[in-house]
């Protein structure tokens, strides 16, 4: 495991310990519509080296905060699963985050975490609540619904979802759906357990702020919605770790890149914040 600080520089690395591990996941093998995931975290990381560590909305630094980046070589469901078992108690101890690549590898990710107790906060325009897709139970189509063994689930955004799921969903206690951030999404994460994990698909978005995405509905979270959530959640819950998945980079679009950094930072400075006034 290689320790390099490219996401943000090395400015946020901390003297003392490391409080934020960022980890990219270049997973893509069950994509279906648009392809490039695999792309999605180098430029994540490059387009990060353009913003500030000063959080002017949250007013908090993140410069000398403690965040390294954390490099392996993951090609696959069995090579996620070992990483993240073989250091669990590290990632225990700081605040993984994880990019991906497609959602198929949330609950591989869980796996590994291996927590005995959560809920999950997923942000997402589609529910992928599938028994399967094309053949594959794995698939990123299914990734909600391979996550439902490891905790109840609040999905926030989703917007499109197959009869098929409706009829699950219809018998599913483990899951809440709603198409917005609302009073009804408020009470049922505070229903979840306290501790939680964070899974966003850059689809959940309003695609006229975040474009680059393999399967783009219209409709979507707006940027105040998705700042307001990010600091609900951190701020009523314990989040012990997340995903960024989904960006499907494009040429002439580093707009796309830049917002789904952009996104990635905002959730980190939320648990660093939570951490700094913990330690105050």
């Given at each position: 495991m290689e320790r390099t600080f490219d996401f943000l520089g090395t400015e946020v690395s901390g003297a003392n310990r490391d409080r934020v591990a960022v980890i990219p996941v270049p997973i893509e093998w069950s994509?279906?519509?648009g392809r490039g995931t695999a792309r999605a975290p180098e430029a994540i990381l490059g387009a990060s080296m353009q913003i500030e560590f000063y959080n002017s909305a949250l007013d908090v630094d993140l410069e000398g905060a403690g965040i390294v980046t954390l490099r392996?070589?993951?090609?696959?469901?069995?090579?996620?699963?070992?990483?993240?078992?073989?250091?669990r108690d590290y990632f225990r101890e700081t605040f993984p985050c994880f990019?991906?690549?497609?959602?198929?590898i949330t609950p591989w990710i869980l796996e590994g975490l291996g927590y005995d107790s959560l809920g999950v906060v997923w942000l997402d325009a589609h529910a992928d609540m599938r028994e399967s897709y094309l053949g594959e139970k794995e698939s990123h189509a299914c990734a909600?619904?391979?996550?439902?063994?490891?905790?109840n689930i609040v999905q926030i955004g989703v917007r499109s979802y197959s009869g098929e799921e409706r009829d699950f969903l219809r018998g599913c206690a483990g899951t809440r759906i709603f198409g917005w951030w609302n009073e009804g999404a408020w009470e049922a994460i505070r229903r979840l357990p306290d501790t939680v994990y964070l899974s966003i698909d850059f689809d959940a978005v309003d695609p006229s702020i975040l474009r680059a995405v393999g399967t783009p509905e219209p409709g979507g979270l707006q940027w105040d919605e998705l700042m307001d959530l990010l600091t609900f959640v951190f701020e009523n819950k314990r989040v012990v770790a997340m995903d960024a998945v989904e960006l499907c980079p494009r040429e002439h679009d580093e707009t796309s890149n830049f917002i789904a950094s952009k996104i990635v930072y905002e959730a980190i400075s939320r648990?660093?914040?939570?951490?700094?006034?913990?330690?105050?």
């Open positions: 994509a279906s519509y392996e070589r993951l090609t696959g469901r069995d090579d996620l699963v070992s990483f993240v078992r073989e250091h990019i991906g690549g497609e959602h198929s909600a619904r391979n996550t439902l063994p490891f905790g648990f660093v914040r939570k951490e700094l006034h913990r330690e105050a």
